[in-house]
């Protein structure tokens, strides 16, 4: 068994399966290069041939115990029939914005996620024929329903999601039927990329630090805990990673009323205040600081040293708490993985 899928049946390794969120990406010259060629990122995205290619990089490169799909959360609202861009400097921009149109005006179109899939099957056959990437797991991903619904109502991304937050308190209804809609794509978005060769799968909800505690709780876990189920019912046995990034405190709250299989930690999170108040069997994965991987040096073993203390004798994948910063020096990633990977059995 892959050695992050044996973490996430509840093993503990030592040392722990490596993988980083955004691995594929802009910190490699070769993702730079084939970027370049496609121009833009949509039709990157929607290349599978060329996604596939993305996902695998970092692979053969590094290592990694874990293939995450090249792809983007966004690919859920562009099903549900918003245009999606992704300008160069300014983050993607949604049309139109929910704030200004009901979600009733769109015109929701499933083809769009075919290219994904695709995509999921062209790295599961090149995972499972080729020798030097054999032992790879492949992980499938999308956006959690609250993150989705926060660019989805402002048309783009922004620093403390007032159109979403303001929606769902003045016009509750709406907001709760975005929501639904969302939660409903999103199991059949996740239930093709595991049809199609996903070993687990991971929803991130990248904003749902910008909730009070009781809105947390209506609009980040009681949907997570929707999909959850409903995903699971379809695929008992594919694990799934939640990612409450922002969620501090009320982290151990949503790992237990969603029931993910583990939870992802963001850098920001107290380690044992996790430990402390998450059963001993929840994998954990995260949550090395972005910043001190581009750092370099003192500050990556320092930090490794410092989550594998807290992290002994519990199932743990060591990842960011966040995805890599696209400038960090490769030879970090490769100091990381040495100083990791010291001791690790033949």
């Not at 049946?9 to 030592?14: E, N």
């Not at 909800?205 to 805990?225: C, K, N, Q, Y």
């Not at 107290?270 to 500050?299: C, E, S």
Request: hydrophobic fraction near 45%; glycine fraction near 8%.
């Amino acid at each position: 068994m892959n050695r992050a899928l044996a973490v996430l049946a509840g093993q503990v390794l030592d040392p722990p399966p490596v993988w980083l969120m955004r691995q594929a990406g802009r910190y490699l010259p070769e993702y730079r290069a084939l970027r370049a060629e496609k121009g833009s990122f949509l039709a990157l995205a929607t290349d599978s041939s060329a996604a596939c290619e993305v996902t695998l990089q970092p692979i053969r490169r590094f290592g990694f115990d874990v293939a995450i799909l090249f792809s983007d959360i966004l690919i859920v609202p562009w099903a549900l029939g918003q245009d999606v861009a992704f300008t160069a400097g300014e983050g993607p921009r949604l049309s139109p914005p929910l704030k200004d149109q009901p979600l009733s005006g769109l015109t929701t179109n499933r083809d769009r996620y075919t290219p994904i899939w695709n995509t999921v099957r062209e790295v599961r056959a090149q995972l499972d024929t080729d020798k030097a990437l054999s032992g790879t797991a492949l992980f499938g991903f999308a956006g959690s329903p609250y993150t989705v619904a926060t660019y989805m109502v402002a048309g783009q991304g922004s620093k403390n999601q007032e159109d979403a937050r303001l929606m769902a308190y003045a016009d509750r209804p709406a907001f709760q039927a975005l929501i639904d809609a969302i939660i409903a794509e999103t199991v059949h978005y996740l239930s093709g990329q595991i049809d199609a060769g996903a070993d687990a799968v991971m929803l991130f909800d990248s904003w749902s630090g910008s909730l009070a505690a009781r809105e947390f709780e209506h609009w980040v876990i009681a949907p997570t805990a929707r999909l959850v189920d409903e995903l699971r019912r379809r695929h008992p046995h594919t694990p799934i990673i939640g990612f409450p990034r922002g969620a501090g405190e009320k982290a151990a709250a949503y790992a237990r009323e969603t029931r993910i299989t583990a939870l992802a930690i963001d850098e920001a999170m107290d380690l044992r205040h996790i430990v402390a108040n998450t059963p001993d069997t929840l994998p954990l994965q995260g949550n090395l600081d972005p910043m001190a991987l581009k750092a370099g040096g003192a500050a990556i073993t320092t930090a490794l040293s410092a989550i594998r203390e807290v992290m002994r004798g519990r199932p743990h994948i060591l990842n960011l708490g966040h995805g890599i910063d696209r400038f960090t020096p490769i030879a970090h990633v490769e100091q990381m993985l040495t100083e990791l990977r010291q001791g690790q059995p033949a």
